[in-house]
């Protein structure tokens, strides 16, 4: 009878042991799914933020353009008087001044004739010669960015306006009667043209080409 009775716990021992493993190994296979579906809400998640930045920036981008008349009327009028300011300039630099033919001297120094112009006796004088060469360079900074897209940037306008003076100035010095070249006058001409892009330059052309 004592036979009889061990045997059956045995084999429920057995059983036990056998399910126990059997529960062991499949705990790390139900635990390795919820990662999986983490990782894969992860990766949707920034999918679909990438996707919600890029509708908010076409977006944006759809609210702040011109439609294309205005921008080409904006450009019109921006070059029409970039071509009255041109010949504003021609006639201020380009016209012989006989008169003055004494006291004109050709300056490659910069700062030489500011020094000059400084220590005239009178303030209005030098006022006169250092505002009129700073007001002929900002119409560059203001309306080139308008007309020409491609030349927006403040290195940009700047190395423009930079290039055009030098070639007045050598037109001056070697074709005009009474006129010479002087590299201040380019100095304050480009320090005018960053003056009028960082005023307005700057933002009619990120308004008119957005």
């Given amino acids: 009878m004592a036979r009889t009775a061990s045997r059956p716990r045995i084999a429920l021992r057995l059983r036990t042991t056998k399910s126990g ?3 062991k190994d499949t705990k ?10 983490v990782k894969a809400a992860k990766a949707k998640t920034a999918k679909t933020g990438k996707g919600a930045k890029a509708e908010r ?5 759809e609210r702040h353009s011109v439609p294309f008349p205005l921008r080409l009327l904006a450009m019109l009028c ?3 008087v970039m ?8 006639r201020l630099t380009l016209e ?4 003055s ?6 300056n490659m120094r910069p700062g030489r004739s500011l020094r000059a112009y400084l220590d005239q006796p009178a303030l209005r004088d030098a006022v006169k010669q250092i505002g009129g060469n700073l007001l002929l360079g900002v119409p560059f900074g203001v309306l080139v960015p308008v007309v020409a897209p491609r030349t927006r940037g403040m290195l940009r306008v700047l190395l423009l306006t930079a290039t055009v003076m030098l070639l007045v100035e050598c037109a001056q010095g070697a074709l005009v009667n009474g006129r010479a070249f002087d590299i201040d006058d380019v100095i304050l001409n480009t320090t005018g043209a960053l003056v009028g892009y960082l005023l307005l330059g700057r933002r009619l052309s ?4 957005s």
């Fill in 96 to 99: 012989p001044s006989p008169a």
């Fill in 28 to 37: 790390p296979e139900k635990a390795a799914k919820p990662a999986k579906s």
């Fill in 83 to 90: 071509v009255a300011f041109a010949v504003v300039l021609a």
């Fill in 78 to 80: 921006a070059f029409a």
């Fill in 21 to 23: 493993k059997d529960s």
């Fill in 101 to 106: 033919e004494a006291l004109t001297h050709t």
């Fill in 57 to 61: 920036a076409s977006a944006r981008r």
């Fill in 206 to 209: 990120r308004a008119v080409h």
